[in-house]
């Protein structure tokens, strides 16, 4: 929990306006919230906190590389990783946490730990099916790729042939 300390911002202390933060990104921070997906990753995140007399706007913006696994061939590639989030913080005696984009914190807290919300931010940022660039246009060559093209190439093949015992039942019409 220590290396995630580096990720708490306390805003009490900070004249209006606005006030930036950087922080770069490895596997270090992901194995914090048990995700060991990655092969590696180098991800530069900003997050720009505009502070107001009565709220906070959270600016996240990342940007950088990861490696993965293609979900099809299961080469690993570098995916290039860019997104951003908004997200603004009210403070009221009741805290409510069912709103991606607005949070309202306890009145009287003066920090704030953005590290959910830009593990969140880059997690969710990933597509569903990872495809290496190369499968999609044809340039990958692989021993798994070729097993599959030859798999897919004899299922058409069976599909196409009409079992005989139904040309049978073609007869009786």
């Known amino acids: 929990m220590q290396y995630l300390n580096q990720?708490?911002?306390?805003f009490t202390g900070l004249k209006l306006g606005a006030h930036e933060f950087n922080f770069e990104l490895d596997n270090t921070f992901f194995e914090h919230f048990?995700?060991?997906?990655?092969?590696?990753?180098?991800?530069?995140?900003?997050?720009?906190l505009n502070k107001k007399s009565n709220l906070l706007e959270?600016?996240?913006?990342?940007?950088?590389?990861i490696n993965l696994n293609c979900h099809v061939?299961?080469?690993?590639?570098?995916?290039?990783?860019?997104?951003?989030?908004?997200?603004?913080?009210?403070?009221?005696?009741?805290?409510?946490d069912d709103n991606e984009e607005f949070l309202v914190?306890?009145?009287?807290?003066?920090q704030i730990n953005v590290s959910q919300y830009i593990y969140e931010m880059i997690i969710l940022s990933l597509p569903i099916k990872i495809?290496?660039?190369?499968?999609?246009?044809?340039?990958l060559k692989s021993k798994t790729l070729t097993m599959l093209r030859d798999y897919e190439n004899n299922v058409h093949k069976t599909e196409n042939k009409i079992d005989p015992r139904w040309d049978k039942l073609k007869d009786l019409i």
């Open 105 to 110: 914190l306890p009145v009287g807290s003066s």
């Open 7 to 10: 990720f708490v911002i306390n």
């Open 73 to 96: 061939s299961n080469e690993p590639f570098n995916f290039p990783h860019s997104n951003n989030l908004n997200l603004v913080v009210k403070f009221s005696p009741d805290t409510i």
């Open 58 to 65: 959270l600016s996240f913006r990342s940007s950088g590389t």
């Open 34 to 48: 048990n995700y060991n997906d990655f092969n590696s990753c180098k991800i530069s995140t900003e997050v720009v």
């Open 131 to 139: 495809t290496h660039p190369g499968v999609e246009d044809g340039t």
